[in-house]
């Protein structure tokens, strides 16, 4: 699967992505790391559970050597998992090894956009809305809509409007913004 971002691209969306967060304070805090831990679960490295990972978006993978000690990766086939029609080939797949002590300027990108989700409405008009997808964990952020920091969304907004722009990634989103409209559990909230 050919991404059409290249490896600066996505080192330049880190970097501005690394000047911003959601709240003020570390949010972490407020649920003791919970998206990090995935509930708190205390697995250990051997027992990590995929389907509680993140995947890198095509061509992020690219910033990383998957020799990381922090990260437990599995490459698995996009066609085994409800990816877009369009993506083809392998998908990487990465759980934290050391919850919550990552290296924060290495987060891939889904945790840094959290608990943000890119949405294109039936008009094909881009905005950003609160994560709908169940989690196995409370967010406070999502559970009380926490007023996020401006510039957390603005350079979310900023990042996933260059992101749409790959077709790979476009795909996705546009397949998951369906997906969102036709289950009745998910309350669609912009955020903008």
Known sequence: ??????????KAI????????????????????????CGGDGLQEDSLDF???I??????????????????????????YEFPDSWHGKIYFTRCKTPPH?????RP????FFPLAPYLTETGDFTLIWSPVELPYQCPLI??????????????????????KDPLIFDLVEMDSKSYRKDSRSQI???L
């Not at 699967?1 to 996505?10: A, D, R």
């Open 1 to 10: 699967m050919k991404s059409t971002i290249k490896k600066k691209t996505y």
């Open 14 to 37: 880190y970097r501005l992505l690394d000047k911003v967060s959601p709240l003020s304070v570390d949010c972490g805090g407020l649920c003791s790391a919970a998206c990090c831990n």
């Open 51 to 53: 389907d509680m990972g």
């Open 55 to 80: 995947y890198l978006l095509p061509g992020e993978e690219k910033l990383f050597t998957r020799k990381e000690p922090w990260l437990k990766w599995s490459v698995e086939d996009a066609e085994d």
């Open 102 to 106: 990552c290296p924060r300027e290495m």
């Open 109 to 112: 990108l889904q945790c840094r």
């Open 143 to 164: 559970q009380e809509k926490m007023e996020l920091e401006p510039s957390f969304i603005k350079a979310t907004h900023t990042v996933w409007k260059r992101l749409i």
């Open 189 to 191: 909230q912009e955020v």
